[in-house]
């Protein structure tokens, strides 16, 4: 065999290992969550879209929704607006509104597709008051027993996939700012990043949902030990659900939603890691924390 064969053969091998992989998700809806906190440098953001291309060239049909926290409280300092958040939500007022749309529509998002459309036509970006892809109500969460006001925050009523479906029929990748339109004026409101990937992932019967944020994954007694638990079944995510706090509510509460109506898996992954989305395929085990319904548990996933 010459030399040039020899130094080629583990990179045959690495594709040969994702190969079962691709084969089970080849044409199948795959949610990826980008999340604000995940959008470290610039190498990250360009990592992230060059997987999300991989993704779409090797047959699978992936849908990206983005958050944008740290990148919203940033601007709403600019604005003298104070960031206060109660049960994980932003506190919204009329004028913040304006804020969160601008930055997650006309900057995250906006990066997001320029990334993306550098490999070829194949990003476009939405939010969900286009063509009513998510309409929500107001959400009022329960704090120590009362319901409490936090403003323009939504609690989604409806998915309509049409247009996100449209997009992924003529081959595009589209991505989507977490912005609701309103069903009880003519208003939007700021819904949850992770919350809203979740609702589409289950609406458009994804096969996958992958939640990148700045964490290696769930850990089992955080902020204590960073030991990630690898894989859990619904109820054993349910049971869980209570102990969590901050940014792990939304998280955690989406992956359950996703894996109770027809999503197979639901994966958090730590997004500072460059190309942690084709890790996630590459590797046999996986990175991060899994959930899976609860008849597939012991089901090669
Ligand atoms: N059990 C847990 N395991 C991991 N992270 C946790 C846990 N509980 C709370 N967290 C916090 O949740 C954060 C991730 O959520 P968030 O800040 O909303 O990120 P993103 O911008 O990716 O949505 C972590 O950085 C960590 O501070
Ligand atoms: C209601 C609410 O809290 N909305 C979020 C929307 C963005 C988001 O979720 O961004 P990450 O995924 O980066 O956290 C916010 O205003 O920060």
Redesign the pocket.
């Known amino acids: 065999m010459s030399t040039r064969k020899h130094t080629a053969l583990p990179k045959a091998q690495i594709l040969i290992e994702a190969l079962p992989w691709l084969t089970r998700h080849h044409g199948k809806i795959v949610v990826i969550k980008f999340?604000?906190?995940?959008m470290v440098n610039e190498e990250l953001k360009s990592a992230f879209a060059q997987d999300v291309v991989f993704l779409r060239h090797a047959g699978l049909k992936p849908v990206v929704v983005h958050?944008g926290?740290p990148q919203i409280s940033a601007a709403l300092d600019r604005h003298g607006i104070v960031s206060e958040f109660r049960a994980g939500l932003r506190v919204t007022t009329e004028d913040a509104m304006d804020v969160v749309r601008m930055v997650l529509a006309g900057q995250v998002q906006r990066e997001l597709v320029g990334l993306l459309n550098q490999h070829g036509p194949l990003a476009v970006g939405l939010t969900g008051e286009d063509a009513h892809t998510i309409t929500a109500t107001r959400h009022q969460p329960e704090i120590d027993g009362e319901l409490v006001d936090i403003g323009r925050v939504g609690e989604i009523t409806a998915i309509d996939t049409g247009a996100i479906e449209a997009l992924l029929a003529d081959g595009r990748i589209p991505v989507v700012s977490s912005i609701a339109r309103s069903q009880d004026d003519g208003h939007v409101y700021n819904v949850n990043?992770?919350t809203a990937a979740a609702a589409l992932a289950a609406a458009l019967g994804a096969e996958t949902l992958m939640v990148?944020?700045?964490?290696e994954g769930?850990?089992e007694d955080?902020p204590n030990s960073d030991e990630v638990i690898s894989r859990l079944t619904a109820t054993q995510l349910e049971k869980l659900l209570p102990e969590?706090?901050?940014?792990?509510v939304p998280?955690m509460e989406g992956c359950l939603h996703a894996v109770r109506n027809g999503v197979t898996t639901a994966r958090v992954i730590d997004?500072r890691v460059q190309h942690s989305i084709l890790l996630e395929i590459f590797t046999d085990e996986g990175i991060g924390t899994m959930v899976v319904p609860d008849e597939a548990e012991g089901e090669q996933s």
Not at 212 to 215: A, E, R, Y
């Open positions: 999340g604000g906190n995940a958050g926290g990043a992770d990148l944020t700045d964490v769930l850990y955080w969590l706090s901050s940014g792990m998280k997004g």
